[in-house]
């Protein structure tokens, strides 16, 4: 079965330039997550999706982030314009049912971005 | 505001050490703790402790549960190589399913 899969693996842009990661979530799973994950931290959520809905987006910087899961299934996280402290690792995760019932949340391998 | 706090933020040790990581947490309505191991970029799930299974054991790895010291602990003995990763612990937040994440514990396993 294959599992969260993102791209692109690396982008390095500069500043005020925009940028857009993708996301395959595992198939069946409807729900899926944004999270930050910057150096030496822990991930940040930054929204999550049940199906085509974002259900929790309060982290996201609206201001310059956007996303959307239009059929339910892959999803697009946008920045423009980038700021120097976008710089992060952006991860996707998805799972079969909620967080707090299951526990498991599978994680892409993420999208390192360097802005300049 | 929820938070979870892991220690030590860093440790190294050798081969066949026993190590023990440390989780505290503070959520409203607590429901559950999670521990994840992130190799390179993606984290994988290893436990999810609840007050109904307050202990998981799997191999060399093993976790336990606190809930009158709001704290979870993450064994792993006969440590390997292998086990070099950053090992996060989180927990949903109260009254949503966002996950709140410590800053990880960087493990280093040298041979």
């Known amino acids: 079965e294959a599992g969260v899969v993102q791209s692109p693996r690396y982008k390095i842009i500069e500043k005020k330039q925009p940028v857009a990661f993708w996301c395959n979530p595992i198939?069946?799973?409807?729900?899926l997550y944004w999270y930050r994950q910057n150096l030496g931290q822990g991930p940040e959520l930054l929204i999550r999706y049940e199906n085509e809905e974002a259900v929790d987006d309060s982290q996201l910087p609206k201001d310059r982030f956007s996303a959307e899961r239009l059929k339910g299934v892959d999803s697009t996280l946008k920045i423009q314009p980038a700021e120097l402290g976008d710089s992060a690792v952006y991860l996707c995760a998805s799972s079969l049912t909620i967080t707090a019932i299951s526990g498991e949340l599978f994680f892409g391998e993420g999208s390192r971005l360097t802005v300049l | 505001e929820d938070k979870v706090v892991q220690s030590p933020l860093s440790l190294v040790v050798h081969e066949g050490d026993t190590v023990t990581l440390n989780c505290s947490y503070e959520v409203t309505n607590f429901r559950s703790l999670l521990w994840y191991k992130q190799e390179k970029k993606a984290p994988t799930f290893l436990f999810m402790l609840t007050s109904s299974g307050i202990e998981k054991k799997s191999g060399r790895l093993s976790s336990i549960l606190d809930k009158k010291e709001l704290s979870s602990i993450l064994n792993i003995t006969a440590t390997q190589t292998g086990d070099s990763a950053i090992y996060l612990c989180?927990?949903?937040?109260?009254?949503?399913?966002?996950?709140?994440f410590g800053k990880g514990t960087k493990l280093t396993v040298n041979p």
């Open positions: 989180a927990a949903p937040q109260g009254g949503s399913e966002k996950l709140v």
């Open positions: 198939s069946g799973h409807n729900t």
